[in-house]
């Protein structure tokens, strides 16, 4: 792990993490094993990646289609993703290996939500229909048809009761699980739904939308509640603390907003991305907040501070922008010779890493890195 410098400050790390990237195109979803201690990012620029947390170390690229979302399943054990090529793959945890290819999909699989005993997989698609899985044995159990345009997200209750679905026709559905018929209809966005997010007591469901708004619903009745404003632009997604006290949301405005729970009150403006916020994940226990962005950048943020832990970083996706890393090393005399490699070259066990590529302490010889802000 890399040393942490103590004169790394959250706002010397905030404007560091603009100059390095850890996918090639936008980070279009994350996930957190229940652990806490494995992150995975999709891309559109077709792979999935693996990282270590709190350190943020880059852990594993899988090959894959452009990507629009992942999931991890409640146990840990299997890596759900879904995207381009209309399939939904399974997928080992940690090792990444593919397992089955779920097929019956028309279109892009925008959406994956497992209900949280692990034995259903709700999936939904730009082709208008969500589909329900049995797992692991990857069996279509359902497809349910009464979205008008494409399916954007999808969110799953605590009892693994309901489901909840967005799209671009502007409503939200409530369905039951596992039999999937259909409950209810929610109405007032006034533009595509697209991020939904359920407390953890199932009291709560939150939706987000082009319209730029938030707005709360009470379940299982699905009465509207109030509206959450502060956005200027495209709400893209949602994640509630496990704690159930903290709404964080993430905007085409490239700010994250954190806002209490019930009361919907802003607490927080978070800046340092610098484009639309995509994705969002908070840790179990509720310490940590992972945001993907269509910058390519995926931030750490310390909650509920929400002050700037660094930085995720894969250097092969910083080709040409990152040009070198800069190291100290004692000669056979005991003088000490600093030296200057391409980004990524190994370095000596004993050296001492003075700047990489993008200035700060990095892992030498991996292709990664990361920005650490120290406890």
């Given amino acids: ?20 990237k850890a996918h090639r195109e936008p980070v279009s979803s994350l996930a957190q094993s229940p652990d806490g201690k494995l992150l995975v990012s999709g891309s559109r620029d077709r792979t999935i ?19 629009y979302a992942v999931a991890i399943s409640p146990e840990g054990k299997f890596l759900l993703s879904g995207g381009e090529d209309k399939a939904i793959s399974l997928r080992s945890l940690p ?27 709700v999936s939904g698609s730009w082709d208008q229909t969500l589909k329900i899985w049995s797992l692991p044995e990857g069996t279509l159990l359902k497809t349910l048809q009464a979205h008008t345009q494409k399916v954007y997200t999808l969110a799953i209750s605590p009892d693994g009761k309901f489901a909840a679905s967005g799209s671009g026709d502007y409503t939200i559905n409530i369905w039951s ?73 993430g905007s085409k405005d490239s700010t994250i ?7 919907g009150t802003l607490l927080e403006t978070l800046n340092g991305h610098v484009n639309a916020v995509t994705a969002l994940t908070v840790s179990s226990d509720n310490r940590m907040l992972v945001s993907g962005s269509s910058d390519s950048v995926i931030r750490m943020w310390s909650l509920p501070e929400g002050e700037s832990m660094g930085c995720t970083i894969d250097s092969r996706a910083n080709a040409g922008e990152v040009k070198r890393s800069t190291y100290d090393v004692k000669d056979a005399s005991g003088g000490v010779v600093t030296s200057t490699l391409p980004c990524g070259s190994p370095i000596p066990g004993d050296a001492v890493c003075t700047c990489n590529c993008v200035g700060l302490t990095g892992k030498g010889g ?10």
């Avoid at 792990?1 to 390095?20: K, R």
Wanted: proline residues 8%; aromatic residues 8%.
């Fill in 1 to 20: 792990t890399p040393t942490p410098m103590p004169t790394d400050s959250p706002e010397q790390l905030n404007a560091a993490c603009q100059t390095v």
């Fill in 49 to 67: 990646k693996l990282w270590s947390l709190p350190d943020g170390t880059l852990l594993k690229t899988l090959d894959a289609s452009p990507i």
């Fill in 95 to 121: 090792e990444g290996e593919t397992l089955k290819t779920l097929k019956g999909h028309t279109d892009k699989v925008a959406a994956l939500a497992l209900t949280p005993d692990g034995k259903f997989l």
């Fill in 177 to 249: 699980l596992p039999e999937g018929v259909l409950l209810k209809t929610l109405k007032g966005h006034t533009s595509a739904v697209d991020t939904l997010a359920i407390t953890p007591d199932g009291k709560l469901l939150v939706s987000g939308s082009w319209d730029n708004t938030i707005k709360l619903w009470s379940l299982p009745e699905g009465a509207f509640i109030q509206d959450i404003k502060g956005h200027t632009d495209w709400v893209y997604t949602l994640a509630v603390s496990p704690d159930g006290k903290m709404l964080v949301s």
């Fill in 257 to 263: 907003r954190l806002w209490s729970l019930p009361e």
């Fill in 366 to 375: 991996s292709g990664s890195g990361h920005y650490w802000y120290p406890n």
